[in-house]
């Protein structure tokens, strides 16, 4: 299998690429339009045919780059059925599958973060997004986001999974790669609480600044704005 977790400086995301093999069909998760380039090379120099691009939910602090890849290869958009994206291709809804080469994913619908957030299952991995970080959570006080349903998705559904599987978010800002459901669950602080009122209580007195980029890249996320599209506003 060959597995790419590529970083982003400016919003500190993580993009995934994920192929069974060179000159295989490959998926792309997360990506950022600035880094188009690196993407497309990534694929070229493994050969490897993109099939399908996914976002884990609409991002509030970077562009996504799911529509400039589509336009370049013509691969199917893809995010969960709650999006409110413009350009998606398939919509999937909870425990759905998406296949490609002999890979397969399951979608985890993991709202909180967001209204329309997104975790993919792939084995012994799980992406997921904003919702699950290592040594923390997605903030929920934008985009229709709830800590009551952060709660739920994290205990009810992310934290059932084998504690081995291994956890891959959409951003780190500690330089940590990944992290384990066993290890979240044992020390990632926001995760230490008795009760959904107690986490609701933690993600009300986060106090946060707004993203940087939240005007421009929420509604570009809508609209799927591409390069040219994005260098015009």
């Known amino acids: 299998m060959i597995f790419k977790q590529l970083f982003d400086k400016k919003s500190s995301t993580y993009t995934y690429i994920v192929s069974s093999g060179k000159g295989r069909e490959a998926l792309i998760i997360d990506p950022v339009i600035e880094n188009t380039e690196e993407y497309t090379n990534v694929l070229k120099i493994l050969d490897l045919k993109l099939v399908k691009v996914i976002d884990t939910h609409i991002h509030a602090d970077h562009v996504s780059g799911l529509n400039e890849l589509s336009k370049r290869t013509k691969c199917s958009k893809i995010m969960g059925e709650h999006s409110s994206s413009e350009v998606i291709d398939i919509w999937v809804k909870d425990n759905e599958k998406i296949k490609i080469e002999n890979i397969e994913l399951i979608s985890l619908y993991t709202p909180g973060h967001t209204d329309c957030s997104y975790s993919f299952l792939m084995n012994d991995r799980v992406f997921t997004g904003d919702t699950l970080l290592i040594n923390g959570t997605g903030r929920t006080d934008l985009q229709n986001g709830n800590s009551y349903d952060a709660y739920d998705s994290l205990f009810n559904k992310l934290l059932k999974l084998p504690e081995k599987t291994l956890v ?66």
Not at 189 to 196: D, E, G, T
Request: a negative charge; hydrophobic letters at 25%; proline letters at 8%.
């Open 168 to 233: 891959y978010p959409a951003h780190d800002y500690n330089g940590k790669k990944y992290s384990t459901i066993e290890n979240e669950k044992n020390n990632n602080p926001r995760l230490q609480v008795s009760s959904p009122e107690e986490y609701v209580k933690i993600m009300d007195n986060l106090n946060l600044e707004n993203p940087e980029m939240i005007d421009i890249a929420v509604p570009a996320n809508k609209k799927g704005f591409t390069l040219d599209q994005l260098s015009s506003n």
